[in-house]
Structures are given as C-alpha cells and as structure tokens.
Nanobody, 119 residues
Framework: QVQLVESGGGLVQAGGSLRLSCAAS????????MGWYRQAPGKQRDMVAL???????NYPDSVKGRFTISRDNAKNTVDLQMNSLKAEDTAVYYC?????????????WGQGTQVTVSS
C-alpha cells in the first residue's frame, strides 16, 4: 500500500506559477512511475505529466513547455512546476503512482489538491 499526499495547490492569477508536491509513503518509491493528473468539474481526469523510474518524462501538448515534473527518490517526492498558468488549468490535481507487476499494475492515487487560476 502506498499513501500519496499532495500539497501546494491554491489560487493564482493567470500567467502565474504554482508548484505542487506529492509525498509518497513507499520505500519502493524509486521503481514507481509517477504522474500528475487533473480533473475539472464535469470533465474526465486527464494526465498532465508522467515521470518514469528512469526519469523519462511525458506531457500532453496542452501543458508542454509550461509544466515540468521532477522526482526526488531520496525524499520520496514528485513535484509539478506549473508556469504561465491559464484559466483552463483550473482543476483538482491528483498524484498517481503506478508499479507494473507484468500481468497487472498496482495503482495508487492521492486525495487531490485544488488549483484555481483566475483570469
């Protein structure tokens, strides 16, 4: 079982920046693929950033160049630096940990943190 706790959300004006952090309880943190997802009211939950155990990253076009995901395996944390924020970035942001077992995946979610961007 992995517990994930997000922090760093809040209210920011358009064009501003926020940094989200996710702290994980697992001693096997380094082998997990970590991701940040977001869900706006009435919409599906979408991936905004992924980082593998090897440090490879992936972003959708909507945030590429504005968001940066990073991890610190010594501290069991994964951060999301969000710059040039837009009103459409407003959502609840969730941290996710995934570990492949070959035949299935172990997946864990945090409780989410609200990000509100005022235009």
């Amino acid at each position: 079982q992995v517990q994930l706790v997000e922090s760093g959300g809040g209210l920011v004006q358009a064009g501003g920046s926020l940094r989200l952090s996710c702290a994980a309880s697992s001693r096997a943190f380094s082998i997990y693929t970590m991701g940040w997802y977001r869900q706006a009211p009435g919409k599906q939950r979408d991936m905004v950033a992924l980082i593998t155990s090897d440090g490879n990253t992936n972003y959708p076009d909507s945030v590429k160049g504005r968001f940066t995901i990073s991890r610190d395996n010594a501290k069991n944390t994964v951060d999301l630096q969000m710059n040039s924020l837009k009103a459409e970035d407003t959502a609840v942001y969730y941290c996710k940990a995934v570990r492949s077992l070959g035949w299935s995946n172990l997946e864990y979610w945090g409780q989410g943190t609200q990000v509100t961007v005022s235009s």
